[in-house]
């Protein structure tokens, strides 16, 4: 589905632009239908470069990107704008993504009508599907995105992003600005439309138990490259020397259903 040849990008730094930036170095991976891989890592290693360079939002000082056997960076532009809807990216902050002088009918109906993907006639009723599926009633048609909570406005997000019948997706640590709580819905309707819809997610965050929960498999990032990349479920017991000075400095979440219930432990 997706393949990642030695992807790098720097960014130029100082007044001659003489100095580089090695924002992405020689990264590669690849990712299978249906499946979900985490890119993890600390602030600044490079994800979210990965994450727009995969998305198309950047261009790569080097390396390649297959997505379903094409080299997406040399296609002509007409077959980028099609790629377009195939690969959403989704960033952390929702309410920066939503025009907030539009209310969310709008903003459903819009990306529908650009890609001409819907007749007229069926606008409201494709726009009334899409707030279902992501579990917001039809009274949000009218709403605004300031009236939205956090997690309200990220599923507004996810419904716009969805509506263009994606492949992959590009989650860009889609639940760190949100309470714990609405962290675990996010993530349940995440995987919810995953399995539905068959989608691929390439899920970028910092906090090792989201990643853990919904990865299949994980890429360590560090100073721009992938450092190590191993099973979800192995994560914690990484022998990768930065793998496990990551996973030891991670603070676990204390999280009430990991709890195992002690059934009748000195009591009767
Ligand atoms: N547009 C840009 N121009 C210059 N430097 C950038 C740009 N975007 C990112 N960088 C630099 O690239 C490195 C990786 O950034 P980023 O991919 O955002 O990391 P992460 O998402 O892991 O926090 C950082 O040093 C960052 O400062
Ligand atoms: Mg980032």
Redesign the pocket.
């Known amino acids: 589905m997706l393949i990642v040849k030695e992807l790098t990008k720097y960014?130029?730094?100082g007044i001659w632009r003489k100095q580089y930036?090695k924002?992405?170095d020689s990264v590669s991976f690849s990712l299978e239908k249906g499946r979900t891989l985490g890119l993890v890592?600390?602030?600044?290693?490079?994800?979210?470069?990965?994450?727009?360079l995969i998305s198309g939002l950047?261009y790569p000082t080097g390396g390649k990107v297959f997505f379903q056997g094409v080299d997406i960076f040399s296609l002509p532009s007409t077959g980028r704008i099609q790629l377009r809807t195939k690969i959403q990216i989704i960033f952390q902050d929702p309410q920066a993504a939503l025009n907030p002088r539009m209310s969310i009918g709008n903003l459903l109906t819009e990306p529908l009508k650009v890609h001409r993907l819907v007749p007229g006639r069926y606008l409201k009723d494709r726009v009334a599907d899409l707030l279902a599926m992501v579990g917001l009633g039809h009274e949000f048609y009218h709403r605004y995105p300031f009236e939205l909570s956090g997690g309200q406005n990220q599923r507004v997000v996810i419904a716009r992003a969805l509506s263009l019948q994606p492949e992959l997706l590009v989650l860009?640590e889609p639940t760190s600005a949100l309470d714990i709580s609405v962290q675990a819905q996010i993530l349940h309707l995440l995987r919810i439309m995953q399995e539905q819809m068959g989608l691929t997610y390439l899920f970028?965050s910092?906090d090792l138990d989201v990643v853990q929960q919904i990865s299949d498999h994980v890429a360590v990032?560090y100073n721009?490259e992938i450092v190590e990349q191993l099973a979800a479920s192995s994560l914690f017991h990484a022998r990768n020397s930065y793998t496990r000075s990551f996973v030891d400095a991670h603070i676990p979440l204390v999280s009430t259903d990991r709890v195992q219930p002690q059934k009748n432990k000195g009591l009767n």
């Open positions: 960014f130029s730094k930036i924002a992405v890592g600390e602030s600044g290693s490079g994800k979210s470069t990965v994450g727009k950047l860009d970028i910092h990032m721009g």
